[in-house]
């Protein structure tokens, strides 16, 4: 810290100077004003204001919000508080779900108050959080991604030391209920579109070697959200959370920078020995899921690309229910991408895309090959949750190409094309599992293709400042034979989906 804060000194005398030489005059609140000038990363559309300091690499990162409760409360140093406000409108024309007619719109509210008192090197925060989906009705198949009334989202203890015995590593210890957001975030992820966010209970220990390596270790037992039938989140019913002591998810993330030629590299494994609880039948799922990634991350006049290659193994449960039949479990997933950033104005990037997911080649076997994504995030890859999610990261195979144009620094829009087919074509669409749900569309005979269709989608988000965020998008979803010719298939017409929403932040 020492070494990067001389830097930064030398770094502006060097600016004054140079001012100097130039022959220019400027005041010195200007210099001061140009030297700190800076570019911080865009926050993400959800609660995230726990996430923003980091305890080993410090909080500048990410802008501090204009309008913050530190500074109205005049709050100490040692103790930070945030709240969060998200709400949004959805609406959804029509049906792509098995069965399903119609339409639906809903307004799904997300509100957070996060907590942090700091003495020394340790800390101990709690994260409230309220998540509501007004305007819905039993049609809309409301479940507990979209709805989880007033809970302790995390509540834990931390130590952190950045040169641990002055060796250079820096150390972090956090336990308790915790959310976690690890790698390319496709296996586990704190979620930004959806409504709620995982989250466990365990111990994480953090390990980092400043700009050479990161180690990440947790084991934990994932929180179940409470209630978890629709009648009851219709109503707002409101039921604490608890872990699934029964389960234990585990794993080991260690992450390798500038390799060469700016590639950094990621490697990883993680085992989820799965039980059931009272309060959540579970199909047993014994997984293990090695993986790895290389990528280069986007810079003007610069090609960036990623790619990930993760394989999954074990056994699980036919279904949820008591004594279902064993099933081996191999399966694995897929992505790679390849980007160009146009250092001219409105700084385009574009990137093409592939994702590939296997999914059951045959359902009457004894063998289970559908990807699990766990606890995994999608709305960066395949289009807007909520309402819609017509994708996940389950028996597809999609090329596809995205746009991203920034006409100011506070503007960022996206326009994104995929092409979907089934991976199997005997497999189901959508969801972890095919069973214990009646809006997936399958047919075990494969005589409807594979074909799922085409997604347009285009988003804009405008960051009016720091602390209030505007965003909407569209989404138009071509259906393909599969879509329109399975058994149960609704009506076959093509599906939109709009939304807009705003962030508060404070």
């Known amino acids: 810290m020492k070494r990067r ?40 559309f959800a609660a995230f204001s726990s996430q923003m300091s980091d305890a080993l690499l410090g909080s500048d990162k990410y802008e501090k919000p204009v309008w913050n409760l530190q500074d109205a409360l005049k709050l100490p140093n040692w103790l930070s508080a945030s709240l969060e406000q998200r709400t949004r409108y959805e609406t959804v ?8 007619k119609g339409g639906d719109q809903q307004i799904p ?37 979209m709805s989880d009334s007033w809970d302790f989202l995390q509540a834990y203890g931390a130590w952190a030391d950045q040169n641990v015995l002055y060796s250079g590593i820096g150390a972090e210890v956090v336990a308790g209920r915790q959310t976690l957001n690890l790698g390319s975030r496709r296996l586990v992820a704190r979620n930004a579109m959806r409504n709620t966010i995982n989250s466990f209970t ?30 009851a989140l219709l109503d707002n019913g409101q039921v604490f959370d608890r872990e699934n002591t029964h389960t234990w998810f585990s794993g080991g993330f260690l992450e390798l920078y500038d390799l060469g030629w700016n590639i950094n590299s990621e490697v ?39 790619l990930e290659t993760i394989g999954q193994f074990g056994t699980v449960q036919a279904t949820t229910a008591p004594n279902s039949q064993n099933l081996n479990h191999t399966a694995w997933y897929q992505h790679a991408d390849v980007g160009y950033t146009f250092d001219i104005p409105w700084s385009p990037r574009l990137a093409f895309v592939y994702d590939y997911a296997s999914g059951d ?6 063998k289970d090959q559908r990807f699990d994504t766990l ?45 979907f087919w089934l991976a199997a074509a005997k497999d189901c669409w959508g969801g972890t599992t095919c069973s214990g ?18 997604q347009l989608e285009l988003t804009t988000r405008w960051d009016f400042n720091s602390s209030l965020n505007f965003e909407t998008g569209w989404a138009h979803l071509f259906k393909g034979s599969f879509a329109k010719d399975a058994p149960r298939a609704p009506a076959p017409v093509d599906v939109d989906y709009f939304y807009v929403q705003s962030m508060l932040r404070f």
Request: proline share 6%; with cysteine.
């Open 437 to 454: 749900t009646s809006f997936i569309l399958q047919d075990p005979t494969g005589r409807s293709g594979n074909n799922l269709g085409q």
């Open 361 to 366: 080649q045959n359902p009457n076997d004894n």
């Open 268 to 306: 990883y494994l993680y085992h989820i020995d799965e039980g059931t609880s009272a309060s959540a039948p579970t199909r047993h799922r014994r997984y293990f899921t090695p993986g790895m990634r290389f990528y280069i991350k986007p810079a003007k006049a610069e090609f960036d690309f990623q």
């Open 202 to 231: 365990g111990v994480k220990l953090r390990l980092l070697d400043y700009g050479n390596w990161q180690f990440n270790g947790f084991v934990s037992a994932p929180v179940n959200r409470l209630p978890t039938s629709s009648t």
């Open 5 to 44: 804060k001389h830097l930064a000194g030398a770094a502006f005398s060097h600016a004054l100077n140079l001012i100097a030489c130039g022959g220019l005059y400027m005041s010195s609140s200007d210099a001061i004003q140009a030297a700190e000038k800076k570019t911080y990363t865009r926050v993400p």
């Open 109 to 145: 509210l997300q509100t957070t108050l996060w907590l942090e008192a700091r003495m020394s090197s340790f800390r101990l925060g709690t994260e409230f959080m309220d998540a509501r989906a007004l305007n819905s009705d039993s049609g809309t198949g409301v479940n507990n991604t």
């Open 375 to 419: 606890f995994g995030a999608r709305r960066f890859e395949f289009g807007p949750t909520g309402i819609y999610g017509a994708f996940s990261r389950a028996n597809i195979n999609t090329p596809g190409y995205r746009i991203n144009i920034s006409p100011r620094p506070d503007v960022l829009a996206t326009l994104s094309h995929r092409v």
């Open 93 to 100: 024309g029509g049906p792509f779900k098995a069965g399903s």
